[in-house]
């Protein structure tokens, strides 16, 4: 069974950095594709970044792109997403979920870590 | 990039059908999508693959009665024998080149 547990959420002030995880297990990391995808509150669901299985496709959306950085590490079964000049509109639930190829559905999800962006 | 469009709600009885639309943007009508549950204050969870074909395939442990069908640009999201557990934001999903996209949600009450 898939299993993807967030971490590293928490409150942070705007402008400030923060670094989220993803630990899987349940399945062949490496074999897939990983995302991050958020949502604030009371709103619905937002692709933030994906990475291929070996990191040599990576996107990011509009919204966060040139702040955010995905990684992973295979060897860790980790995933990760380093948030940097954080925005009060960075404010939300941020799910870790994985799909079979780059270009595929997201079929994983775990249960999500809060970030709260605030002075 | 495509864009996805739900209506943002919806509503039917207990025990009944109810059909969900998605549709793709012009452009896209030959994408494939994907549909999502998030019952309140859960994690989503995946619901199935649908083509435009309208073939699809459901994710483990899905219950029989929900179902995927296509015509044109539009996506469906079928629950028969509406449940009370059923009561929750239905997503759709797609993909292109480097980006994934979301639609809106509907928000689905069982009555």
């Known amino acids: 069974e898939v299993q993807l547990v967030e971490s590293g959420g928490g409150l942070v002030q705007p402008g400030r950095s923060l670094r989220l995880s993803c630990a899987a297990s349940g399945f062949t990391f490496d074999d897939y594709a990983m995302h991050w995808v958020r949502q604030a509150p009371g709103k619905g669901l937002e692709w933030v970044s994906g990475?291929?299985?070996?990191?040599?496709?990576?996107?990011?959306a509009d919204s966060v792109k040139g702040r955010f950085t995905i990684s992973r590490d295979n060897a860790k079964n980790s995933l990760y997403l380093q948030m940097n000049s954080l925005r009060a509109e960075d404010t939300a639930l941020y799910y870790c979920?994985?799909?079979?190829?780059?270009?595929?559905?997201?079929f994983g999800w775990g249960q999500g870590t809060l970030v709260t962006v605030s002075s | 990039q495509p864009v996805l469009t739900q209506s943002s709600s919806a509503s039917a009885s207990l025990g009944s059908s109810v059909k969900l639309t998605c549709t793709l943007s012009?452009?896209?009508?030959?994408?494939?999508i994907a549909w999502h549950q998030q019952q309140p204050g859960k994690a989503p969870r995946y619901l199935m693959k649908?083509?435009?074909?309208?073939?699809?395939n459901k994710g483990s442990g899905v219950p029989d009665r929900f179902s995927g069908s296509s015509s044109g640009a539009d996506r469906y999201l079928t629950i028969s024998n509406l449940q009370s557990e059923d009561e929750a934001d239905y997503y759709c999903e797609t993909w292109d080149s480097n980006t994934r996209v979301f639609g809106g949600g509907t928000k689905l009450t069982v009555l």
């Open positions: 990475i291929s299985w070996n990191s040599g496709s990576i996107g990011y």
């Open positions: 012009s452009g896209h009508s030959s994408y494939i």
């Open positions: 979920a994985n799909s079979n190829q780059w270009f595929g559905e997201l």
């Open positions: 649908l083509e435009g074909s309208g073939s699809y």
